[in-house]
């Protein structure tokens, strides 16, 4: 979703702190607004007239959000910032640019335009980018720096590129095939990538890359990939990893040949495409992973020990500081522990250097947030006492460094000269984090380094001295700043001023800012929720667009910039409203674990509570809140609409999951268990069974190349649906995948809910 269009004066700009304006902070009313006492909207700027928005508009270039970068990184060394800015006259085509904060100034390493040759991509990187949800997107859309901060290596078009500080750019590939997961080795002599299921590798310099894994008779062999459950949902891109000091990789060797032959029609608009995915839903097979340390020739081949159960999840490899140990994050099938492996790389041997276990009826949560040090200790995130919070693990024995009712959201950096981590988290906050900074040796009470009214991001170098910050909030679009150590900004990245040159100028006078608040769950626990109101006549009564996502790892109420889209709805007429239900993350394990083998119940129950607070208020409509989600969103709609007849006046159904079978091992058992073990709760959670409760108008939408939920969720639907007589309307989009998107293809999308709105009488008032 980000999008970017820099001046280069503005991102050039050394700003001092005296000079930026301060915001009012975000509206946090506990009760909804009264007609006659909407929410205020932020004051216009002179000779900006109030615009009404279109979807149109809303999806076109340049992005209405204005210059926002992505990935953002810094150099090892702290002197360069990198990011991907995209094109204003093209919103998702991306190119790289450097800057130096030495001298101040910007370049564009890379331009996609000149360099690219817009050839078709292979059907192995679609779904990689897929996985990482950037499909859409064209030019450069990924990059990575070498740990001797020299050298960044970019893939761009199915070839890889070198790209120099000094604006050089030197082409490392030129092949047919596509080179997939590259990587420069730590010191920079080697390049490294996948390409035809192979792992490659060769000096930098002298080029002349070649296979170093065997050439295996079985199609169903990989190296040097992540398989598709690591990459969909365990956040895991990487399949082999570089030594510090580059004597050995590790790589990951996966077969899938246990793993079920799903069919998948991808049905475009000139034809249909067959793929034969191996597709691991849950209950069935998955791939065998093994792990092997191997020289950069690929001599010296060890198997790493990864125990007699060999139905695990490789969650994480790294190596030690020094190199003298990998460790590897096993996770049980049932996503009920971590084993941290230390494993010796000359023999393969392993050992469980310590356990961590999921609280009684929950799960796992994997995450980036650890650090070995140089030590051998490691800075780790754990969720034992209720709690997301980070631990100090040393010679055997634990140490706590944060704790409380509320959650570290990302471990940032450690500085381990000055014995300092920084992390963002929720202590102020649940729906704004901050960047906070303790002592390692005697954390105490965190130091907050970002402003409160924001909603704070941020990466950092290594040891933590070059910060940059992203923020937002409901009335100013993302900005990102460099920082140093103590947060004390140095320059702007982007400041994205609302001023009369922004994009959104023309629509900021009619902006209108969320309020928000709180209901309560059937046990007792806040769910908070935002809304957003459009101006609101006294005596008259508004239609509710309530648009939820509902499932785990997805928090929906916050106190940042929500884009234009939302305003685009309100600018109809319509009120706005999300709700967080029980399950949603940064609440605790107890708030999370509610959904726990009973998906599309509790959830229901807390949107439910959400629309009767709607309908007390005297200026809703309670005959027109129509419901909206994508997703995990899309099922939750069918769940809703079959729970509760005639509380909905017509619901949206977007891409849904409807029988949770059908979906992958990882995610699906996380939650639900093994349908072989618990076949009632999967029968009690699927939106198949009482498919025919459903009364009231649905509109069913789906990408009918759809390889994540797979377009079958929907036709079993659809069956079931007209078999037992229940009208409903629907809108396929030929060739497309889970993310229906793009520029018109948005609009389309947009205005055909609204058209089904405006059809079954869900309107705003005359």
Request: hydrophobic fraction near 35%; proline fraction near 6%; charged fraction near 25%.
């Given at each position: 979703?980000?999008?970017?269009?820099?001046?280069?004066a503005?991102?050039?700009?050394?700003?001092?702190?005296?000079?930026?304006?301060?915001?009012a902070?975000?509206?946090?009313?506990?009760?909804a607004?009264?007609?006659?006492?909407?929410?205020?909207?932020?004051?216009?700027?002179?000779?900006?007239?109030?615009?009404?928005?279109?979807?149109?508009?809303?999806?076109?270039?340049?992005?209405?959000?204005?210059?926002?970068?992505?990935?953002v990184?810094?150099?090892?060394?702290?002197?360069?910032?990198?990011?991907?800015?995209?094109?204003?006259?093209?919103r998702?085509?991306?190119?790289?640019?450097?800057?130096?904060?030495?001298?101040?100034?910007?370049?564009?390493?890379?331009?996609?335009?000149?360099?690219?040759?817009?050839?078709?991509?292979s059907?192995?990187?679609?779904?990689?980018?897929?996985?990482?949800?950037?499909g859409?997107?064209?030019g450069?859309?990924a990059?990575?720096?070498?740990?001797?901060?020299?050298?960044?290596?970019?893939?761009?078009?199915?070839?890889?590129?070198?790209?120099g500080?000094?604006?050089?750019?030197?082409?490392l590939?030129?092949?047919?095939?596509?080179?997939?997961?590259?990587a420069?080795?730590?010191?920079?002599?080697?390049?490294?990538?996948?390409?035809?299921?192979?792992?490659?590798?060769?000096?930098?310099?002298?080029?002349?890359?070649?296979?170093?894994?065997?050439?295996?008779?079985?199609?169903?062999?990989?190296?040097?990939?992540?398989?598709?459950?690591?990459?969909?949902?365990?956040?895991r891109?990487?399949?082999?990893?570089?030594?510090?000091?580059?004597?050995?990789?590790?790589?990951?060797?996966?077969?899938?040949a246990?793993?079920?032959?799903?069919t998948?029609?991808?049905?475009?608009?000139?034809?249909?495409?067959?793929?034969?995915?191996?597709?691991?839903?849950?209950?069935?097979?998955?791939?065998?992973?093994?792990?092997?340390?191997?020289?950069p020739?690929?001599?010296?081949?060890?198997?790493?020990?990864?125990?007699?159960?060999?139905?695990?999840?490789?969650?994480?490899?790294?190596?030690?500081?020094?190199?003298?140990?990998?460790?590897?994050?096993?996770?049980?099938?049932?996503?009920?522990?971590?084993?941290?492996?230390?494993?010796?790389?000359?023999?393969?041997?392993?050992?469980?250097?310590?356990?961590?276990?999921?609280?009684?009826?929950?799960?796992?949560?994997?995450?980036?947030?650890?650090r070995?040090?140089?030590?051998?200790?490691?800075i780790?995130?754990?969720?034992?006492?209720?709690?997301?919070h980070?631990?100090h693990?040393?010679?055997?024995?634990?140490?706590?460094?944060?704790?409380?009712r509320?959650?570290?959201?990302k471990?940032?950096?450690?500085?381990?000269?000055?014995?300092?981590?920084?992390?963002?988290?929720?202590?102020?906050?649940?729906?704004?984090?901050?960047?906070?900074?303790?002592?390692?040796?005697?954390p105490?009470?965190?130091?907050?380094?970002?402003?409160?009214?924001?909603?704070?991001?941020?990466?950092?170098?290594?040891?933590?001295?070059?910060?940059?910050?992203?923020r937002?909030?409901?009335?100013?679009?993302?900005?990102?700043?460099v920082?140093?150590?103590?947060?004390?900004?140095?320059?702007?990245?982007?400041?994205?001023?609302?001023?009369?040159?922004?994009?959104y100028a023309?629509?900021?006078?009619?902006?209108?800012?969320?309020?928000?608040?709180?209901?309560?769950?059937?046990?007792?626990s806040?769910?908070?929720?935002?809304?957003?109101?459009?101006?609101?006549?006294?005596?008259?009564r508004?239609?509710?667009?309530f648009?939820?996502?509902?499932?785990?790892?997805?928090?929906?109420?916050?106190?940042?910039?929500?884009?234009?889209?939302p305003?685009?709805?309100?600018?109809?007429?319509?009120?706005?409203?999300?709700?967080?239900?029980?399950?949603?993350?940064?609440?605790?394990?107890?708030?999370?674990?509610?959904?726990?083998?009973?998906?599309?119940?509790?959830?229901?129950a807390?949107?439910?509570?959400?629309?009767?607070?709607?309908?007390?208020?005297?200026?809703?409509?309670?005959?027109?809140?129509?419901?909206?989600?994508?997703?995990?969103?899309?099922?939750?709609?069918?769940?809703?609409?079959?729970?509760?007849?005639?509380?909905?006046?017509?619901?949206?159904s977007?891409?849904?999951?409807?029988?949770?079978?059908?979906?992958?091992?990882?995610?699906t058992?996380?939650?639900?268990?093994?349908?072989?073990?618990?076949?009632?709760?999967?029968?009690?959670?699927?939106?198949?069974?009482?498919?025919?409760?459903i009364?009231?108008?649905?509109?069913?939408?789906?990408?009918?190349?759809?390889?994540?939920?797979v377009?079958?969720?929907?036709?079993?639907?659809?069956?079931?649906?007209?078999?037992?007589?229940v009208?409903?309307?629907?809108?396929?989009?030929?060739g497309?995948?889970?993310?229906?998107?793009?520029?018109?293809?948005?609009k389309?999308?947009?205005?055909?809910?609204?058209a089904?709105?405006?059809?079954?009488?869900?309107?705003?008032?005359?």
């Amino acid at each position: 979703m980000s999008r970017i269009s820099l001046l280069l004066a503005a991102l050039c700009a050394t700003v001092p702190a005296s000079f930026i304006s301060a915001e009012a902070a975000p509206v946090t009313e506990k009760t909804a607004p009264r007609a006659a006492d909407t929410p205020a909207s932020p004051a216009p700027r002179p000779n900006i007239a109030a615009g009404a928005l279109d979807f149109q508009r809303v999806f076109a270039s340049p992005s209405l959000d204005g210059p926002q970068p992505r990935e953002v990184k810094i150099s090892p060394d702290g002197r360069y910032l990198t990011l991907l800015r995209n094109r204003t006259e093209d919103r998702q085509r991306y190119d790289l640019w450097g800057y130096d904060r030495e001298s101040g100034e910007w370049r564009m390493l890379v331009d996609s335009l000149k360099l690219g040759s817009s050839r078709p991509l292979s059907e192995a990187e679609k779904m990689q980018r897929e996985r990482k949800r950037v499909g859409d997107l064209k030019g450069i859309v990924a990059y990575d720096w070498s740990d001797d901060g020299r050298s960044i290596i970019v893939p761009l078009d199915g070839d890889l590129y070198l790209a120099g500080l000094d604006g050089s750019v030197r082409r490392l590939t030129d092949s047919p095939e596509d080179e997939l997961n590259s990587a420069l080795s730590p010191g920079g002599k080697y390049l490294s990538f996948v390409r035809e299921q192979r792992l490659w590798v060769g000096s930098l310099e002298q080029g002349a890359q070649k296979p170093i894994t065997p050439e295996e008779s079985a199609k169903t062999v990989h190296w040097g990939e992540a398989e598709f459950v690591a990459q969909e949902e365990m956040d895991r891109m990487a399949g082999y990893w570089w030594s510090p000091d580059e004597s050995r990789i590790a790589v990951e060797r996966y077969d899938e040949a246990p793993v079920k032959v799903v069919t998948r029609a991808a049905i475009g608009a000139e034809g249909t495409r067959t793929y034969e995915q191996r597709y691991p839903a849950a209950g069935t097979p998955n791939v065998l992973v093994s792990l092997f340390v191997m020289k950069p020739d690929g001599s010296g081949k060890i198997q790493v020990d990864l125990g007699a159960d060999s139905d695990i999840y490789v969650a994480r490899v790294n190596w030690s500081r020094d190199g003298k140990m990998l460790y590897v994050q096993r996770q049980d099938r049932a996503q009920t522990k971590i084993d941290m492996l230390a494993v010796d790389p000359a023999t393969g041997r392993s050992s469980v250097l310590f356990t961590e276990k999921a609280s009684p009826e929950a799960w796992i949560n994997l995450s980036g947030n650890y650090r070995f040090l140089k030590d051998g200790s490691v800075i780790w995130w754990s969720e034992r006492d209720g709690f997301g919070h980070l631990y100090h693990f040393a010679n055997g024995k634990w140490q706590q460094l944060t704790s409380g009712r509320w959650t570290v959201t990302k471990l940032v950096s450690v500085d381990e000269a000055r014995g300092r981590v920084l992390f963002t988290g929720t202590k102020d906050d649940v729906l704004s984090p901050q960047l906070y900074a303790i002592d390692l040796a005697r954390p105490g009470t965190p130091q907050r380094l970002t402003e409160e009214g924001w909603f704070n991001a941020a990466v950092a170098n290594k040891d933590g001295r070059t910060l940059v910050v992203t923020r937002s909030s409901p009335t100013q679009p993302s900005q990102s700043y460099v920082a140093d150590a103590e947060g004390k900004r140095l320059a702007w990245v982007e400041e994205n001023r609302l001023d009369g040159a922004h994009p959104y100028a023309p629509y900021l006078a009619g902006h209108r800012t969320p309020t928000f608040g709180t209901v309560k769950a059937e046990d007792g626990s806040d769910l908070h929720w935002l809304m957003i109101t459009p101006k609101m006549e006294p005596g008259k009564r508004y239609p509710v667009f309530f648009e939820h996502y509902g499932g785990p790892h997805s928090q929906q109420v916050a106190r940042q910039w929500l884009g234009a889209l939302p305003q685009a709805i309100v600018d109809k007429g319509y009120i706005y409203f999300r709700l967080d239900n029980r399950g949603s993350p940064n609440r605790g394990v107890k708030f999370e674990s509610q959904i726990r083998h009973k998906l599309g119940t509790v959830e229901v129950a807390d949107q439910r509570a959400g629309a009767e607070y709607l309908k007390t208020l005297d200026f809703v409509d309670p005959k027109k809140i129509a419901t909206y989600g994508w997703s995990y969103g899309g099922y939750m709609t069918l769940k809703m609409l079959q729970a509760d007849h005639g509380l909905y006046a017509a619901g949206i159904s977007g891409a849904p999951v409807t029988k949770w079978e059908l979906y992958d091992t990882h995610y699906t058992e996380r939650y639900m268990g093994d349908p072989r073990k618990q076949p009632e709760a999967y029968t009690a959670s699927d939106a198949i069974e009482n498919a025919a409760k459903i009364s009231d108008p649905l509109l069913l939408i789906h990408g009918m190349s759809d390889d994540n939920v797979v377009f079958e969720n929907s036709t079993v639907l659809i069956s079931k649906l007209q078999a037992q007589a229940v009208p409903f309307e629907m809108m396929l989009y030929p060739g497309y995948t889970h993310a229906v998107k793009g520029p018109m293809i948005s609009k389309h999308v947009w205005e055909t809910i609204f058209a089904f709105l405006t059809r079954h009488g869900v309107t705003p008032p005359e």
